[in-house]
């Protein structure tokens, strides 16, 4: 049984640049959250996304955008990247539609802003 | 709003002493609530859960119950191992994983 698969595994982008990072859920999952983990910090929510639509956001700006399609698998993207978007993006799937709360995570994909 | 506040590390022991970590809680409501463990350089997996209150969630001999008198959800084991260094994240859930907040991590150092 396949976890949750997330690429690529390191990103190097500029300051301004745009970047996109995607996200496989766990084998019959059908939801799917996106976490931003700055270093020696715990992970921030950014958004989550169920039946292909935006469920919930955290305190994020709209330069962080996803998209979530009929397989369940998601996009993570952010325009006008600055040095801060510097962390590792955590996606984390679960089964809410049928009302568990349990996210299991990826390993992440570490995102460098020079 | 909701959230999660975690004993402050490094936490450092040696092989075989007693662990706590502690972990506190603001929600409305009804959370489930959670530790998660970051070994070096991977994701977060999940070790225990527990989703009413007095409920006590046990794997690999960690162990933490819910205390809904005292917002608490301490994370223990009696003997802890060098393979046990990481970073433990409490966390909690509400309605229905809509609302997914961490506490800050508590690094654990476990020396032989």
């Known amino acids: 049984d396949a976890g949750v698969t997330q690429s690529p595994t390191h990103l190097i982008k500029t300051r301004g640049q745009q970047v996109t990072l995607r996200c496989s859920p766990k084998s019959g999952h059908d939801t799917v959250s996106w976490y931003q983990q700055a270093l020696g910090q715990g992970p921030q929510f950014i958004f989550q996304y169920y039946e292909e639509e935006e469920r919930q956001r955290g305190n994020f700006p709209d330069r962080f955008s996803g998209h979530q399609f009929p397989n369940y698998s998601s996009e993570l993207n952010v325009n006008a990247l600055l040095l801060g978007d510097s962390a590792l993006y955590l996606c984390?799937?679960?089964?809410?539609?049928?009302?568990?709360?349990?996210?299991?995570f990826g390993p992440g994909t570490r995102l460098t802003v020079l | 709003g909701d959230s999660v506040t975690q004993m402050e590390g490094p936490v450092t022991l040696s092989e075989e002493a007693f662990l706590t970590i502690n972990c506190t809680y603001t929600a409305t409501g009804y959370p489930s609530l959670f530790w998660y463990v970051q070994y070096p350089g991977e994701g977060l997996q999940l070790l225990l859960k527990?989703?009413?209150?007095?409920d006590k969630g046990s794997n690999k001999g960690f162990e933490a119950t819910y205390r809904k008198e005292t917002t608490s959800f301490h994370l223990e084991k009696g003997s802890v191992q060098v393979s046990d260094s990481a970073v433990y994240f409490c966390a909690l859930s509400d309605n229905y994983g809509q609302n997914f907040v961490f506490g800050p991590g508590t690094r654990l150092s476990v020396l032989p």
């Open positions: 984390a799937s679960s089964l809410v539609g049928q009302g568990s709360d349990t996210q299991y």
């Open positions: 527990a989703t009413k209150a007095d």
